[in-house]
């Protein structure tokens, strides 16, 4: 199975992505893709789930440059899709926060929920496959509870991990965890920093900047093997260039980063950080300061091995040989031998 880097759709669709790509450049990025199959891309721009993202890109590019029919009906029904599915998960979002807050039971939304608006400005450039929730274990069977009174069902899935339980309702699936991922691979629980700094925004409970950075630092590579889905460098890209997040004079006390850094060193997780920011940075040269990457890299020798893993695209991998990645690949982000020790226990699981 060949890496991602090595399909004929990924670098027009980065030329297409970064936030650097002259108009120019972009048009030019656009013809190479459209000399693919049009289902090749399709399949492609979906599977990473940026196909909003190259949509619009395209649509900004009129009439210079114009989509082939079958493409653009599929992608505009995508869109309409998108935007449906956006409108039930914030009616469903809004009633999960009403039965939580009435119950005095903490919690934060993350991953696409937080991002589509936070972000992006646009919840349908980012749409979320469900409504990703974070409580602490010690609420996990009252929060359940609730929801449930609230007519939320249970909907067990195969492989789902034990720190999370997905629910249906009112149209969307809403997932619950109490863990960002399993609890033996960082050396503190992380679920209590996120929610003890958690801030309001309409009503909604969301993580805080520093938290938010942790968690698109950390989720992709401990849950996803850092390349399973172009989006999350997207993500990770458009966070560091937000306004005074770069740290680009060389010091690492600028924006979010004093937090996320001891946070991080804390769990024993830097080496998991850096994976996830050399891979965006590779793709996307997303600016963030030598001190930050300096107190983030691993040794040389880590460093080369990783990459080489990177540039084999373990998600990918993990398909065909999970636990060749798993001990490989996965175990090696862990900071230290004993990080190592701690996060073999339960690894079945993760």
Known sequence: MKPAQADRCFEPCLDLLRATTSQSAREQALLRLLRQDGDHVLRFLTEHRIDQHIYRRALELRPAISLPEALHESLRWAQRRAAVATMLQTEAGRLVAETLDSEGIRYV?????????????????????????????????????????????PAPQAGQPQYEMALDGYGTQLDVHWHLFRPERSRQPLTEWILSSRRQHEGLWYPDDAAALVILLLNPSLTDHVTQQLSHAVDLDRWLRRPGQDGTDGSATDGDWPPVLACLQN???????????????????????????????PSMLRRAYLRAWLNRDPARLYLRWPSLVRGGFSLALQDSISDMRRALRGIGSG
């Open 267 to 297: 769990s024993g997780l830097r080496t998991a950080a850096w994976v996830m920011l050399d891979w965006t940075r590779r793709h996307f040269s997303t600016p963030v300061s030598s001190e930050v990457l300096h107190r983030l890299a």
């Open 109 to 153: 939304f993350f991953k696409g929920f937080h991002l589509g608006e936070a972000l992006y400005g646009d919840a349908v450039l980012r749409p979320a496959a469900d409504i990703d929730l974070l409580i602490s274990a010690a609420d996990q069977h009252r929060a359940i509870a609730a929801l449930r009174r609230a007519e939320f069902s």
